[in-house]
């Protein structure tokens, strides 16, 4: 049995789809631009993308019942491969302290709103 849910304090979905999925243990968290939910605006350059991003997924993951501690999986979108290694940083960053999570990254010829940088994630929740 899946439960889709939408986050108050995350971007409305721009499609139709859910922001997340909670099946089999697992929490997944849809693909997730980096604008502000407040405001709207996507910050400049890729390291305020990318921090962006993962407060976006936090949200998200949060109203799943788990935290970025429990992401099993990361898939991640850059519009440029350039990027990679500022975006790690800030990933590496984010994750520290932690088991890392298994990881994609891949260059995506156009991503929405013409973002940098794209990421969804599973998290395993919590007992």
Same mark, same amino acid.
């Given at each position: 049995?899946?439960?889709? !849910?939408?986050?108050? &304090?995350?971007?409305?979905?721009?499609?139709?789809? &859910?922001?997340?999925?909670?099946? %089999? =243990?697992?929490?997944?968290?849809? =693909?997730?631009?980096? %604008?502000?939910?407040? #405001?709207?605006?996507?910050?400049?350059?890729? #390291?305020?993308?990318?921090?962006?991003?993962?407060?976006?997924?936090? %949200?998200?993951?949060?109203? =799943?019942?788990? &935290?970025?501690?429990?992401?099993?999986?990361?898939?991640?979108?850059?519009?440029?491969?350039?990027? !990679?290694?500022?975006?790690?940083?800030?990933?590496?960053?984010? !994750?520290?302290? #932690?088991?890392?999570?298994?990881?994609? #990254?891949?260059?995506?010829?156009?991503?929405?709103?013409? &973002?940098?940088?794209?990421?969804?994630?599973?998290?395993?929740?919590?007992?």
């Amino acid at each position: 049995m899946k439960e889709a !849910f939408n986050c108050a &304090s995350a971007v409305p979905p721009q499609g139709p789809y &859910s922001h997340g999925n909670k099946a %089999a =243990g697992l929490c997944f968290a849809s =693909g997730q631009m980096p %604008a502000d939910p407040i #405001t709207g605006v996507i910050p400049e350059g890729i #390291t305020e993308q990318t921090r962006q991003v993962l407060k976006n997924i936090e %949200a998200i993951l949060r109203d =799943g019942g788990c &935290s970025l501690a429990d992401v099993v999986k990361m898939t991640v979108y850059l519009k440029d491969m350039e990027d !990679f290694a500022a975006m790690n940083a800030v990933y590496a960053e984010v !994750f520290a302290g #932690t088991l890392y999570p298994t990881r994609t #990254t891949l260059e995506a010829a156009r991503l929405p709103k013409d &973002s940098l940088v794209v990421m969804d994630a599973i998290a395993a929740i919590p007992d």
